[in-house]
């Protein structure tokens, strides 16, 4: 969709600073100009919509009712996160997806796994960055669980060993990638070339802009989306500040604001994003309608509870993740 009235505004905007700031009309023509130009040559347009629609809205168009529902991290609370255990139950308990971590193993297996270490959700220690695939596929991803009696043992899944297993049960993907753009993205990149299902059936996400920029970049074909929480620099999700120092929550909190004018006014457009996913106390129906407007699909997180569900559901009417398909539980952030 064409946002005809806010690019005119936005560049009235940055005309009228510059005019201000340099007191020449010349410099702000060239200056507004030379922005509208980099915007026009770098940003990539968004997938056609009627393919986002199928891959972000699959149970409107094929059962006819309901929004679609993702399980986060698989469905970490009714079963081991990032498992294939973990895909088959939230595929058995109705989900339509799944959303999946990415990581790398010190020798480069690209795996899933949340964490930075795997102490949480494995019996074993350290950062993944430290270990070696066959290392790693030691370990139990079921240990901590709470229900780690039924499922006893479970792998560290590749990337690969998932995406079978989410084609099999013909779930949507939504791919979380944290960092390492260069790799992720080229990993990616060939899981889709391998499995070109993949372009009708997943999405993927990075709370990094950089990293949907390159995949975008890499292969403009692939369905994409931001994902945002307000206040993530200067603030944890429960809303306690990150910082003691006065300053340093000044200076983020400042950056925060920036961060969010950026992904709602130009970063979006940059990136061709086909959805945004956004934590669950930042949506209301004018928020879901200000992206609607822009073609932009709003997903919500994480939507732990059965009254909000409901809301999701018969209210905003928008897509959401999960970390249970049976029960309440608490919040992750
Ligand atoms: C973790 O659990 C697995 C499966 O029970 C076991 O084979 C492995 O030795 C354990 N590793 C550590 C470091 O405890
Ligand atoms: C994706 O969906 C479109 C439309 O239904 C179809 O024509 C195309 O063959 C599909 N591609 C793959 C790889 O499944």
């Not at 969709?1 to 060239?30: K, N």
């Amino acid at each position: 969709m064409l946002q005809i009235g806010d690019e005119v505004v936005y560049f009235s905007v940055v005309f009228l600073l510059v005019v201000l700031v340099t007191r020449s009309a010349t410099w702000a023509t060239l200056l507004t100009a030379f922005l509208y130009v980099f915007m026009v040559m770098f940003r990539f347009p968004p997938v056609p919509a009627d393919r986002a629609a199928r891959v972000l809205r699959p149970r409107a168009l094929f059962s006819g009712g309901g929004v679609p529902v993702v399980a986060h991290r698989g469905g970490s609370h009714d079963a081991p996160e990032n498992t294939l255990a973990a895909i088959r139950e939230a595929s058995r308990n109705g989900a339509t997806g799944v959303e999946l971590d990415l990581s790398f193993t010190a020798d480069g297996v690209p795996v899933l796994m949340h964490d930075e270490t795997v102490d949480r959700t494995t019996n074993g220690s350290g950062p993944i960055s430290k270990l070696q695939f066959v290392q790693l596929r030691r370990l139990n991803a079921a240990a901590h669980h709470r229900m780690k009696d039924r499922f006893n043992v479970e792998k560290v899944p590749t990337l690969q060993e998932a995406v079978e297993e989410c084609i099999r049960h013909q779930l949507t993907i939504f791919f979380d990638v944290k960092g390492q753009p260069d790799m992720a993205v080229s990993v990616l990149h060939n899981m889709f070339k391998k499995f070109p299902v993949l372009y009708n059936s997943s999405v993927v996400s990075s709370f990094e802009p950089k990293v949907i920029y390159k995949m975008r970049q890499t292969d403009p074909h692939v369905i994409t989306a931001l994902t945002h929480r307000p206040w993530r620099l200067s603030r944890f999700g429960d809303g306690t500040p990150r910082s003691l120092s006065t300053w340093s929550q000044l200076w983020t909190g400042v950056l925060d604001v920036l961060l969010d004018w950026a992904h709602h006014r130009v970063l979006w457009k940059l990136c061709g994003i086909s959805a945004i996913l956004v934590q669950k106390d930042f949506i209301s129906r004018d928020y879901v309608q200000y992206w609607a407007e822009r073609g932009v699909e709003v997903v919500g997180w994480t939507v732990n509870t059965a009254v909000e569900k409901e809301y999701y559901q018969n209210l905003l009417k928008i897509s959401y993740m999960t970390d249970s398909l049976l029960e309440d539980c608490d919040p992750h952030y």
